[in-house]
């Protein structure tokens, strides 16, 4: 069945580092949506990406949605302790676009 | 404010013992879906509603009900809750796949 992965399962930098996550899907999805989910919290919408090679930035956050629409990335400039959390990408299932899959998170950790 | 309610935040039970949780939103949102998080399995959706009185199953329906009597209330049962129901539940809500998902603030089930 349709697939989607995130690596790395975990990174762990020095404040200031940059870090990036990446999305891969089995199939083809006809958008990418990305969370953030604080330890203890609940997931929180960060961006929608719908086009092939859309780049999206927030600040520090640089979006993208791969040509073939099967991968996304996350790349995140200078981290912050702010920026602790456990990431996540989701799309729509192929076979019901009502059914929205999430990958399996990238957790990110800061050594201030 | 815009959010998504779900009580109880936390509840332990016994095995057998009929219990609902319940998730109310004051977005006007017609999309809304129960998911479930446990370690390493990421974030697995149980059901989901297109608008009231319209219901479908998920990825692991097994277990629970939901009903959508109403636009705002979504709730989710377990009418002969099982150890392996014990996680954390999140109900989202959103228009329909535009905006992205707005999550409560999570329910942690634990049944002995």
């Known amino acids: 069945g349709q697939q989607v992965m995130q690596i790395p399962q975990y990174q762990h930098v020095q404040e200031g580092e940059d870090f990036t996550t990446y999305c891969n899907s089995s199939t083809t999805l006809s958008n990418i949506q990305w969370y953030k989910q604080r330890p203890g919290g609940h997931p929180v919408f960060l961006i929608q990406l719908v086009k092939s090679g859309e780049v999206k930035k927030q600040k520090r956050l640089t979006f993208q949605f791969g040509e073939a629409k099967k991968n996304s990335s996350l790349h995140i400039t200078a981290t912050q302790t702010t920026d602790v959390g456990t990431y996540f990408c989701?799309?729509?299932?192929?076979?019901?676009?009502?059914?929205?899959?999430f990958g399996s998170g990238t957790r990110l950790s800061i050594r201030p | 404010e815009a959010q998504v309610t779900q009580n109880p935040r936390y509840l332990i039970t016994v095995t057998g013992k009929k219990l609902t949780v319940t998730c109310s939103q004051n977005?006007?949102?017609?999309?809304m879906s129960w998911y479930r998080q446990d370690p390493g399995l990421g974030l697995r959706q149980i059901y989901y509603s297109m608008n009231v009185e319209v219901t479908d199953k998920g990825d692991v329906p097994e277990g629970y009900k939901v009903s959508r009597k109403e636009k705002r209330n979504f709730p989710l049962i377990l009418e002969s809750p099982s150890p392996n129901q014990t996680s954390l539940y999140f109900c989202a809500s959103s228009t329909r796949q535009v905006d992205g998902y707005t999550f409560g603030s999570g329910t942690r089930l634990t049944v002995v």
């Open positions: 977005m006007n949102h017609e999309y």
């Open positions: 989701a799309g729509p299932r192929y076979s019901s676009a009502s059914k929205i899959i």
